[in-house]
């Protein structure tokens, strides 16, 4: 009886020993390989998906709860609406496993038309974050890739990548400089933003510019911006107006203009 | 044979019993791996590897026996600086003293903060005479000196001196003494550098200052075209902007034609009558933004039209090399500048309104032979050469020694003519040992060719320097190296023979050999043969002179400084107390309180550093990141006559902080007023940071911003406040 008890008993602990050998070299390796990283130029493979089946595919990684992927969701009408009468490009939203069944719902809920839906587990694809938003060619390698919240700039880059004519109004997020001067002229509340370094500030801006550098606009944006003027931006370099715009619009700053300037608006700046 | 269920049993126990200390086995080897690759640091796991499974010793260390060193270093310095006391010239005290307390600062900050204060109560001057202005020039340069230990401390001494000048002088002396400060501070530290070059802008552009945004280009180029931008503004915010000032300014952006000895030379033309910078041709590189951003300003400056009539030329010279470049860089402004020059057109001389007033800017090129050719038709000999002695320094410049060889093999005046080809000779020799894998044998062989004489004792002394260099201080060939040039330097009849023969003790010195002691009494002993006088103006140039023609050629070498300190400092290092007692027997005070310093340096850089001195670069992290990691904050506060003058807004901060986290730069990016600024700094610099480190534990500095807003309530009382997130 006693050896048979010490025979379960060594069992028992040869058991748990090679568990904790398999847990080890196998399991952590596991986990290795799901730091990968998707990143342009590298290829793609999803069950269930061919991407020899049209000239492009743009890939949509969502997932219901995320916060960004709802922000985004009236460029994601835009663009499914501009791709429906697109024949060669295809259009597919990824949703993680984990959310079966309810990307669909979520989708039609934001008015999001995406007719093909799949659930696959994301990091095992090499996407780590949502939103992503990649386009692939025939062979499934990813030419472009996107992240995060969706910037003015950025959609419409994206749009002129994909040559599809946005149907929302530059008017909606851009001012050119007649319009500009006609919305000071008739005193509107609104706040010219210099987002450049007090150098190039101090050597010439804006009539009635406020200068505020870009890397200080997260601290005091809040704190010296009135919530509720129109705040039109501008600088020297578009992506950091871009992230000077998408800085402001998560802190809520709901009408944001970026200023466009012609090549010659440096001779209308004032000392 | 029969098997029992008994027998089985057995088996299965052995069997299982065996399987477990093979697991046990594989579970320690394995747990004793990670533990040794966690606790051994990562230089000493490839020897723990390759030495089998030993555990290495930890190294022993003699902590108190360094420190012992180090007491023994700063008590030796204090000494020293009594000594530079008792001296009787000023010069000699200050100057030295202050450099002895630069030195000291890190080892014993308080002594050298009494020995910075003896210095400056000593040069401070009431008056403008003579004397005044040496004293004046004395205190500028222990300002110097106070900056590479406490910035701040010499920002409020300048802003002092300032004070003292006459109304007129005092904005011109303090951009003097900050430009000369940053000048000093660019090789040790570029960023405190960067805040005294800010500082010296104000009155027009300090002489200096285009010099320090090249140099710093080279280390920064971003915070050098930052600094390039605030220059160009606060020459546009001058009621009278000087357009010489601005004009040379542009040399930052565009260059002239040909080759220039140094990237850095400014070519001046003659345009008309004047002298101006040729800025016909672009540097490449030079970001469009900042082209836009002079032109812009030029523009500006250009237009406000100045009554001066001498102005007025360089305005329209100005204009002249501006406008073709403008047609591409700036469309817009060209009918600003073609205005410009219009209305200038009048009240210029008629000569500079021509083309041909301009056209030496962009001369057309001759080949050698053409310019052989036009010396050989030269009319008279003295002429013709004068014309080879011309084309030899410029090919001499170039490096094209076969064309500056014909040049010089045609003159007829046999003494310069000699004279010219060692110098030629020299030039080769030291642009020899300048190629990457330099043949020294080849460069040994011109040196050998060479008559005695300062050139060839240069030569040989940067040769020998490299062989050190490379080979390690233990080296036959070396010695004789020395040796030649110790024997060429004996030959020179000038007062620049003691400082080569000191050179050659420096570089016995590096070889541990034990000929540097003679080396080193035979140069004491030289220097004090020489008048003082003789010893302070000392020209490392030759010239040639032909007729009323001059030319000078600089005797620069790879490697090899002139100075009297590194050759001194290499010899006191060697053995400080023999040094110390050869420095006295200078007979000159000055030298011989240089001496005593280079001594003091020797005997603390053998000293065991101090545990706090890190060697790192500071990393730029955003608002969140500082605050998040302070772990003692004080507010600023308001003051008085601020809240009086109804100041407030915004105060934006940058600050450093070192590895132990204590705050150790700090400078004013906004603020509504200086006094405003002045209290934010005061306050942030006793705030105190968790120490970071970077991911393989090296202690790091760290640079951000911190705002604070200046607000006064509807009862006129100041209130200061952090930003709303950080509440």
């Given at each position: 009886?006693?050896?048979?008890?010490?025979?379960?008993?060594?069992?028992v602990?040869?058991l748990?020993?090679?568990?904790?050998?398999?847990?080890?070299?196998?399991?952590?390796?596991?986990?290795?390989?799901?730091?990968y990283?998707?990143?342009?130029?590298?290829?793609?493979?999803?069950k269930?998906?061919?991407?020899?089946d049209s000239?492009?595919?743009?890939?949509?990684?969502l997932s219901?709860?995320?916060?960004?992927?709802?922000?985004?969701?009236?460029?994601?009408r835009?663009?499914?609406?501009?791709l429906?009468?697109?024949?060669?490009?295809r259009?597919?939203?990824v949703?993680?496993?984990?959310?079966?069944?309810?990307?669909?719902?979520?989708?039609?809920?934001?008015?999001?038309?995406i007719?093909?839906?799949?659930?696959?587990s994301?990091?095992?694809?090499?996407?780590?974050?949502?939103?992503?938003?990649?386009?692939?060619d025939?062979?499934?390698?990813?030419?472009?890739?996107?992240?995060?919240?969706?910037s003015?700039?950025?959609?419409?880059?994206l749009?002129?990548?994909?040559?599809?004519?946005?149907t929302?109004?530059?008017?909606?997020?851009?001012?050119?400089?007649a319009s500009?001067e006609?919305k000071?002229?008739?005193?509107?509340?609104?706040v010219?933003?210099?987002?450049?370094?007090?150098?190039?500030?101090?050597?010439?801006h804006r009539?009635?510019?406020r200068?505020?550098?870009?890397?200080?606009?997260?601290?005091?944006a809040?704190n010296?911006?009135?919530?509720?003027?129109?705040?039109?931006?501008?600088?020297?370099?578009?992506?950091?107006?871009?992230?000077?715009?998408s800085?402001?619009?998560s802190?809520?700053?709901?009408?944001l203009?970026?200023?466009?300037?012609?090549?010659?608006?440096?001779?209308?700046?004032?000392? | 044979?029969?098997?029992?269920?008994?027998?089985?049993?057995?088996?299965f126990?052995?069997?299982?019993s065996?399987?477990?200390?093979?697991?046990?086995?594989?579970?320690?080897?394995?747990?004793?791996?990670?533990?040794r690759?966690?606790?051994?640091?990562?230089?000493?796991?490839?020897?723990?590897s390759?030495?089998?499974?030993?555990?290495?010793r930890?190294?022993?260390?003699?902590?108190?026996?360094s420190?012992e060193?180090?007491?023994?270093a700063v008590?030796?310095?204090?000494?020293?600086?009594?000594?530079?006391?008792?001296?009787?010239s000023?010069?000699?005290?200050?100057?030295?003293?202050?450099?002895l307390?630069?030195?000291l600062?890190?080892?014993?900050?308080?002594?050298?903060?009494?020995?910075?204060?003896?210095?400056?109560?000593?040069?401070?001057?009431?008056?403008?005479?003579r004397?005044?202005?040496a004293?004046?020039?004395?205190?500028?340069?222990v300002i110097?000196q106070?900056?590479?230990?406490?910035?701040?401390?010499?920002?409020?001494?300048?802003d002092?001196a300032?004070?003292?000048?006459?109304?007129?002088?005092?904005?011109?002396?303090?951009?003097?003494?900050?430009?000369?400060?940053?000048?000093?501070?660019?090789?040790?530290?570029p960023?405190v550098?960067?805040?005294?070059?800010?500082?010296?802008?104000?009155?027009g552009l300090?002489?200096?200052?285009?010099?320090?945004?090249?140099?710093?280009?080279t280390?920064?180029?971003?915070e050098?075209?930052?600094?390039f931008?605030?220059a160009?503004?606060?020459?546009?915010?001058?009621?009278?902007?000087?357009?010489?000032?601005?004009?040379?300014?542009?040399?930052?952006?565009?260059?002239?034609p040909?080759?220039?000895?140094?990237?850095h030379?400014?070519?001046?033309?003659?345009v008309?009558?004047?002298?101006?910078p040729?800025i016909?041709?672009?540097?490449?590189?030079?970001?469009?933004?900042?082209?836009?951003?002079y032109?812009?300003t030029a523009?500006?400056?250009?237009w406000?039209?100045?009554?001066?009539?001498?102005?007025?030329?360089?305005?329209y010279?100005?204009?002249?090399?501006?406008l073709?470049?403008?047609?591409?860089?700036?469309?817009?402004?060209?009918?600003?500048?073609?205005?410009?020059?219009a209305?200038?057109?009048?009240?210029?001389?008629?000569e500079?309104?021509?083309?041909?007033?301009?056209?030496?800017?962009?001369p057309?090129?001759?080949t050698?032979?053409?310019?052989?050719?036009?010396?050989?038709?030269?009319?008279?000999?003295?002429?013709?050469?004068?014309a080879?002695l011309?084309?030899?320094?410029?090919?001499?410049?170039?490096?094209d020694?076969?064309?500056?060889?014909?040049?010089?093999?045609?003159?007829?005046?046999?003494?310069?003519?000699?004279?010219?080809?060692?110098?030629?000779?020299?030039?080769?020799?030291?642009w020899?040992?300048?190629?990457?894998?330099?043949?020294?044998?080849?460069?040994?062989?011109?040196?050998?060719?060479?008559?005695?004489?300062?050139?060839?004792?240069?030569?040989?002394?940067?040769?020998a320097?490299?062989?050190?260099?490379?080979?390690?201080?233990?080296?036959n060939?070396?010695?004789?190296?020395i040796d030649?040039?110790?024997?060429?330097?004996?030959?020179?009849?000038?007062?620049?023979?003691?400082?080569?023969l000191?050179?050659?003790?420096?570089?016995?010195?590096?070889l541990?050999?034990p000929?540097?002691?003679?080396?080193?009494a035979?140069?004491?002993?030289?220097?004090?043969?020489?008048e003082?006088?003789?010893?302070?103006?000392?020209?490392?140039?030759?010239?040639?002179?032909?007729?009323?023609?001059?030319?000078?050629?600089p005797?620069n070498?790879?490697?090899?400084?002139f100075g009297?300190?590194?050759?001194?400092?290499?010899v006191a290092?060697?053995?400080?107390?023999?040094?110390?007692?050869r420095?006295?027997?200078?007979?000159?005070e000055?030298?011989r309180?240089?001496?005593?310093?280079?001594?003091?340096?020797?005997?603390l850089?053998?000293?065991p550093?101090?545990?706090?001195?890190?060697?790192e670069?500071?990393?730029?992290?955003d608002?969140?990141?500082?605050r998040?990691?302070?772990?003692?904050?004080v507010?600023?506060?308001y003051?008085?006559?601020a809240?009086?003058?109804?100041e407030?807004?915004?105060?934006?901060v940058?600050?450093?902080?070192?590895a132990?986290?204590?705050v150790?730069?700090?400078?004013?990016?906004?603020?509504?007023?200086?006094?405003?600024?002045?209290?934010?700094?005061?306050a942030?610099k006793?705030?105190k940071f968790?120490p970071?480190?970077?991911?393989?534990?090296?202690p790091?500095?760290?640079r951000?911003k911190?705002?604070?807003?200046?607000e006064i309530d509807?009862?006129?009382?100041?209130?200061?406040?952090?930003?709303?997130?950080?509440?």
């Amino acid at each position: 009886m006693t050896i048979r008890i010490l025979n379960v008993a060594i069992l028992v602990v040869a058991l748990v020993l090679s568990a904790l050998l398999v847990r080890k070299f196998f399991f952590e390796r596991a986990q290795q390989s799901s730091n990968y990283q998707l990143t342009t130029n590298s290829s793609l493979r999803i069950k269930g998906i061919n991407w020899a089946d049209s000239d492009r595919t743009v890939l949509l990684a969502l997932s219901k709860d995320c916060k960004y992927c709802s922000q985004n969701a009236g460029f994601y009408r835009r663009l499914a609406a501009s791709l429906v009468s697109e024949s060669k490009t295809r259009l597919i939203a990824v949703f993680p496993e984990r959310q079966q069944g309810s990307g669909e719902a979520y989708l039609k809920e934001l008015e999001i038309p995406i007719r093909e839906v799949l659930y696959v587990s994301l990091p095992s694809v090499g996407i780590n974050s949502v939103p992503t938003l990649a386009i692939l060619d025939q062979n499934g390698v990813v030419t472009d890739m996107w992240g995060g919240k969706f910037s003015p700039l950025e959609e419409q880059a994206l749009m002129s990548k994909l040559q599809l004519e946005d149907t929302r109004s530059p008017d909606e997020w851009s001012i050119d400089e007649a319009s500009l001067e006609r919305k000071v002229a008739d005193k509107e509340s609104l706040v010219l933003l210099d987002i450049r370094e007090r150098a190039f500030y101090a050597m010439k801006h804006r009539d009635g510019a406020r200068n505020i550098p870009l890397d200080e606009l997260r601290v005091r944006a809040p704190n010296e911006l009135p919530l509720d003027h129109t705040i039109v931006i501008y600088g020297n370099d578009r992506s950091e107006i871009d992230l000077a715009y998408s800085i402001l619009d998560s802190q809520g700053f709901a009408n944001l203009l970026i200023l466009v300037q012609s090549p010659t608006d440096a001779t209308k700046q004032s000392p | 044979m029969q098997i029992s269920w008994g027998d089985i049993q057995k088996w299965f126990t052995q069997l299982l019993s065996s399987l477990l200390v093979v697991l046990l086995a594989v579970v320690s080897l394995v747990r004793a791996q990670e533990y040794r690759s966690q606790a051994l640091p990562a230089d000493q796991k490839q020897i723990a590897s390759k030495a089998g499974d030993k555990e290495p010793r930890p190294a022993l260390t003699n902590e108190v026996g360094s420190e012992e060193d180090a007491k023994l270093a700063v008590y030796q310095v204090h000494r020293l600086a009594e000594k530079i006391l008792d001296l009787r010239s000023v010069r000699a005290k200050a100057v030295e003293l202050a450099r002895l307390a630069s030195a000291l600062w890190k080892h014993d900050e308080p002594h050298a903060r009494s020995l910075f204060e003896k210095a400056l109560n000593m040069t401070v001057a009431n008056g403008s005479d003579r004397e005044a202005r040496a004293l004046s020039i004395l205190h500028r340069r222990v300002i110097a000196q106070v900056a590479r230990s406490d910035p701040e401390w010499a920002k409020r001494l300048i802003d002092t001196a300032a004070k003292r000048e006459p109304d007129n002088l005092g904005s011109r002396t303090a951009g003097d003494i900050n430009i000369t400060t940053a000048r000093d501070l660019l090789e040790e530290d570029p960023t405190v550098a960067v805040q005294f070059a800010e500082r010296s802008l104000g009155v027009g552009l300090p002489w200096g200052f285009l010099g320090f945004i090249q140099n710093l280009r080279t280390k920064d180029e971003p915070e050098a075209n930052r600094l390039f931008l605030q220059a160009l503004n606060s020459l546009a915010q001058q009621p009278a902007v000087n357009i010489k000032d601005f004009h040379l300014l542009g040399v930052y952006l565009f260059t002239s034609p040909g080759d220039l000895p140094h990237p850095h030379a400014i070519t001046m033309t003659v345009v008309d009558q004047i002298l101006v910078p040729n800025i016909t041709v672009d540097r490449p590189g030079v970001p469009p933004a900042l082209v836009r951003a002079y032109f812009a300003t030029a523009a500006d400056v250009l237009w406000r039209m100045t009554s001066d009539a001498e102005q007025r030329k360089y305005s329209y010279a100005l204009c002249y090399m501006l406008l073709p470049k403008a047609r591409n860089a700036a469309p817009d402004l060209t009918a600003k500048f073609d205005a410009v020059m219009a209305t200038l057109t009048p009240y210029v001389p008629a000569e500079l309104t021509k083309d041909s007033a301009f056209r030496y800017l962009n001369p057309p090129r001759t080949t050698t032979e053409e310019r052989l050719t036009k010396a050989e038709n030269k009319p008279t000999q003295e002429e013709r050469d004068m014309a080879y002695l011309d084309i030899a320094s410029q090919a001499w410049w170039k490096d094209d020694f076969k064309t500056a060889r014909i040049a010089q093999a045609r003159i007829s005046d046999l003494e310069a003519g000699q004279r010219l080809a060692t110098i030629i000779d020299f030039r080769d020799g030291t642009w020899t040992i300048k190629q990457k894998g330099a043949d020294l044998s080849k460069a040994e062989a011109i040196a050998n060719r060479m008559p005695q004489g300062v050139e060839r004792s240069i030569l040989l002394h940067a040769i020998a320097k490299i062989q050190i260099q490379s080979k390690g201080p233990h080296s036959n060939s070396t010695e004789e190296t020395i040796d030649k040039a110790l024997k060429a330097a004996r030959s020179i009849s000038d007062s620049r023979r003691p400082f080569l023969l000191l050179t050659s003790a420096a570089r016995l010195a590096d070889l541990k050999s034990p000929a540097v002691h003679g080396a080193l009494a035979e140069a004491v002993k030289d220097f004090n043969s020489f008048e003082e006088s003789a010893l302070t103006r000392l020209d490392w140039v030759q010239s040639i002179q032909i007729g009323p023609y001059n030319v000078r050629f600089p005797l620069n070498a790879p490697n090899f400084e002139f100075g009297f300190h590194e050759a001194f400092r290499a010899v006191a290092l060697a053995d400080p107390e023999a040094a110390m007692a050869r420095a006295e027997e200078l007979r000159h005070e000055n030298l011989r309180a240089q001496g005593l310093v280079e001594v003091a340096k020797a005997f603390l850089e053998k000293a065991p550093p101090k545990k706090s001195e890190q060697n790192e670069q500071a990393i730029r992290v955003d608002e969140h990141g500082m605050r998040k990691s302070a772990s003692k904050t004080v507010m600023p506060s308001y003051p008085q006559d601020a809240v009086k003058k109804r100041e407030q807004g915004v105060a934006v901060v940058e600050l450093v902080y070192d590895a132990k986290g204590d705050v150790v730069d700090t400078a004013i990016l906004e603020s509504p007023s200086r006094s405003i600024g002045d209290a934010v700094i005061v306050a942030v610099k006793q705030w105190k940071f968790v120490p970071s480190k970077k991911r393989d534990g090296t202690p790091v500095s760290i640079r951000g911003k911190l705002t604070f807003y200046f607000e006064i309530d509807k009862d006129g009382k100041g209130q200061v406040q952090n930003p709303k997130q950080y509440r």
